[in-house]
């Protein structure tokens, strides 16, 4: 695990560049004000449609509006979400609201389907949340009974959990490293 961890983390710092060490504040700032993603110019003969067209900026999505799934039992799982993670389930009419998540980096990183990284081989998905404080969310969850496994090592961007929802399904807790600003 610790050689795919510091893949990742040459990824991410390769993604967010110096910006990716940068304070909470920092962090938030970039993710709301990202300059749009450097594309190289097209080869000779290219096709209008690959990337740019005539000179306009590629078009991009804005980040992930949702997180959908399948699982044996869809309302016995999200409930489980909601209850230990607090993330609100999906409105059921217009009145009712969204879970409204902070800014902050978010990693898109498909693995090779061999990769050991998500634990068991049959799980093709893994999400990563962001934590406040990651002792805080470890201790609520193991007093809930929720087996929680906190890397050691702390990471130059921050530190990890690993836990499983009932059916199995990894997921990671990140509490992001906070550098103090330079006074």
Do not use: C
Not at 42 to 59: K, N, V
Not at 106 to 135: H, I
């Amino acid at each position: 695990m610790g050689f795919e961890r510091r893949q990742l983390l040459r990824t991410l710092s390769f993604v967010f560049g110096s910006s990716f060490l940068g304070s909470r504040n920092q962090m938030s700032i970039a993710a709301q004000t990202a300059a749009p993603p450097k594309v190289s110019p097209p080869t000779t003969g290219a096709a209008a449609g690959e990337g740019t067209a005539a000179g306009t900026a590629m078009e991009k999505v804005t980040g992930i509006g949702g997180l959908f799934f399948r699982a044996h039992d869809a309302k016995a799982l999200g409930l489980w979400y909601q209850q230990h993670l607090g993330i609100s389930l999906m409105p059921t009419g217009l009145a009712d609201s969204v879970w409204q998540q902070e800014a902050g980096p978010t990693v898109f990183a498909p693995f090779k389907e061999t990769t050991t990284y998500f634990g068991d081989a049959s799980k093709m998905w893994m999400v990563n949340f962001r934590v406040r404080d990651l002792d805080k969310m470890a201790a609520q969850l193991e007093a809930a009974g929720i087996a929680v496994k906190i890397d050691p090592e702390v990471y130059p961007n921050g530190r990890f959990a690993r836990l499983h929802d009932p059916e199995g399904n990894p997921i990671e807790l990140w509490q992001p490293k906070v550098i103090e600003a330079k006074g």
